[in-house]
């Protein structure tokens, strides 16, 4: 809270430069770079992820690993285009263990997720969308105070503190992680969240 009060976030700022010299959390040691948010900065809609993966992590951009590909091909189904959108995520540097040369991901904490909402709320102030889509618990989190329930949650519209509608889904590495007999309702509900966004911004 008291990194948080020491200085509020201006539409001006540079954010990439920023994020490089952020030492909020200790996440930043392990990872390669931090991950910026990528769109227009008049995009009417905001998608918020969790936390880079290891293939963001390597090139430096969000949402081009596994989860990335599916969001890509289930948003094109529901009619929404991810060009128009700024893409970013609650945590902006990916958090692992090392096993071998695997990098497994591991969730953030409350307090990573409470020091890097600073940056969220940075990209929010800068883009100010029209409708924020929430994608999993973290950034329901980060954008509501409250990450439990989701999937009660999910297909409805909320809001942030500043009054920004939010709408809440799940996480596509959520539906990766499914067995095959789960899969297709969830990904079929999942899209029917992803064209419920697109039909709010019209
Ligand atoms: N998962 C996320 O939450 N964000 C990414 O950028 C990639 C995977």
Redesign the pocket.
Known sequence: ERLRAARVPEPGDDLAAGLAACRRCPLWENATQP?PGEGPLNAPLMIV?????DL?DLEGR??V?P??QLFDEVAARAGLDRARAYVT?AVKHFKFAARGKRRIHQSPTQGEIQHCRWWLDLERAQVKPRLILA??ATALDSLTGDRRGLLTRRGGVEQTAEGTPVLVTV?P?YLLRLPAIERAAAEAAFEADLRRAAEILG
Not at 49 to 53: A, C, K, R, S
């Open positions: 991950v992820g969790e936390q880079p993966g963001e969000p949402f690993g989860a990335g995520n994608m999993g996480h590495s």
